[in-house]
């Protein structure tokens, strides 16, 4: 169960309330493209941590062009909505380790994590609740 409530794009709000197919359950192989959103995911509560902490991030060790390139679950594609939030939400990712920037770090990295929302709000609803506890109150 833990394993399909995190790595679905389904709703996981009442997972109850569906029959789970045991098949699909066992069979599933996270894509490539979902390995590279887990790395975003891990990347980012480290960066959160550091931030309060204190601490200000210098790199941004992750390959972000994976986004355009990675596989994705069979199903799923880089539809329009993907494409128009995609390069916004990249260039916001980046924008946290540019220590020239003047704005506030909190601010940009919330502004990535709001990014990540953007598009999840339609391209892959399950996942939010998660990516919501990685916004810095
Ligand atoms: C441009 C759209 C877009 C952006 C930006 C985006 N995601 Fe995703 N995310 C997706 C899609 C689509 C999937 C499903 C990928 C698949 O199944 O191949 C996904 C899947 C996931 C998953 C589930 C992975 C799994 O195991 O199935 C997590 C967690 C996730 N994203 C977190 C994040 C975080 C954190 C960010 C920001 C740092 C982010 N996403 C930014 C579209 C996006």
């Not at 790595?7 to 599933?28: A, L, R």
């Not at 480290?46 to 941004?60: L, Y």
């Not at 199903?75 to 704005?103: C, E």
């Not at 601010?107 to 990516?131: D, F, W």
Request: charged content about 20%; some cysteine.
């Amino acid at each position: 169960m833990l394993v399909l409530l995190l790595s679905s794009c389904k709703n996981d709000e009442k997972p109850e309330d569906k029959p789970i197919k045991k098949v699909e359950y066992t069979m599933y192989q996270p894509s490539e493209m979902a390995n590279f959103m887990n790395a975003m995911y891990a990347y980012n509560l480290q960066i959160k941590n550091q931030i309060i902490a204190g601490e200000t991030p210098i790199s941004m060790p992750l390959d972000l062009m994976q986004l355009h390139s990675a596989e994705m679950t069979k199903g799923k594609d880089r539809t329009h909505v993907w494409n128009s939030f995609v390069n916004v939400f990249i260039k916001s990712q980046q924008t946290i380790a540019d220590t020239l920037s003047n704005v506030e770090l909190k601010a940009r990295y919330n502004n990535a994590i709001n990014n990540c929302l953007a598009c999840h709000k339609t391209e892959c609803v399950g996942p939010i609740p998660k990516i919501k506890k990685l916004l810095i109150q």
